[in-house]
């Protein structure tokens, strides 16, 4: 059935009137008198009747017409629907992050995606920057938040955050008194590190740093989540060295320390697959360079 059936009918059944109802739709009379005897036609039923006075409904044009009216109303949310999903207004995307990455920069970047883009189903995953990686390539996760990149075909990324280590000390230690510490007061410490194979390069850049400075970790304990090693800390079981932002966790028991010595910088990256033809996921990286760019702006 042709939808512009359906309008003419409309016009009509609410003017009760041809010729009104064919001004209304910028057409003359005798076109729009055929169009609905076909409409009656096609349908096999009466819908108007008609005399030299008036046209009303039958009941079985005002059924119809209550029909046509929630067919238009429906067909044109069917149009806006597909039209958002096609522009990245709908749908869904699924976002993995270190527990690192928990800072402002991220909030600010799902913060503004979840304000600009309401009707978007953002799905958030905790996961470690080894675990992120298989996610990506086996298509679990749309875009991620971690701590290191590797060559990988269909891969793009962006630098989020290029932060400072810092010290984690329980509250009573004797170097938690300095404002900043030398790594090298660290070297007889007991450690607790993130371990190698949730990060090789982010595990590897603090080692790195504190080889170049003769300090040789004695690690006594592992733990992958950043929160769980400020804790063990906190239990006095030892200290360790964390990226700047997870000092915002301010946890009861510890405290955070800058280094005196020159820090490597430790990146927090947006990754996400460019071979995945998906309106919502550019939508997220749009926002994700809006924000970088507005925070550099910020900044200088």
Request: charge should be negative; include cysteine.
């Amino acid at each position: 059935m042709d939808i512009r059936k359906l309008q003419y009918f409309i016009a009509v059944a609410e003017e009760l009137h041809f010729n009104r109802a064919a001004e209304k739709l910028n057409m003359t009379q005798p076109p729009l008198s055929q169009q609905i005897q076909d409409l009656e036609r096609e349908l096999g039923v009466t819908l108007l009747e008609r005399n030299k006075r008036q046209v009303s409904l039958t009941p079985a044009g005002a059924v119809f017409l209550e029909e046509a009216k929630m067919i238009l109303a429906q067909l044109e949310r069917s149009i806006q629907t597909t039209q958002r999903v096609s522009q990245g207004m709908i749908g869904h995307v699924s976002i993995a992050f270190v527990d690192s990455a928990a800072g402002d920069i991220m909030v600010n970047i799902l913060k503004v995606f979840r304000e600009r883009f309401p009707d978007i189903q953002l799905s958030l995953c905790e996961m470690t920057s080894a675990e992120q990686w298989r996610a990506l390539h086996e298509g679990t996760i749309h875009a991620g938040f971690l701590r290191y990149m590797e060559p990988a075909k269909h891969i793009d990324h962006l630098i989020c955050t290029n932060e400072s280590l810092v010290a984690v000390l329980p509250e009573q230690h004797p170097l938690a008194k300095q404002p900043a510490i030398s790594v090298t007061s660290l070297a007889d410490e007991r450690f607790i590190m993130f371990p190698r194979h949730q990060g090789t390069a982010f595990h590897d850049l603090i080692i790195g740093f504190c080889a170049k400075h003769s300090v040789y970790p004695n690690i006594v304990q592992e733990a992958i989540q950043m929160y769980t090693i400020v804790n063990l800390v906190a239990a006095n079981l030892g200290v360790s060295i964390v990226p700047s932002s997870v000092s915002t966790f301010q946890r009861s028991g510890v405290v955070f320390r800058p280094f005196v010595e020159n820090i490597p910088p430790v990146p927090l990256y947006t990754v996400w697959r460019t071979d995945v033809n998906q309106p919502v996921l550019s939508a997220f990286i749009r926002t994700v360079e809006e924000v970088l760019s507005a925070a550099s702006h910020h900044n200088r």
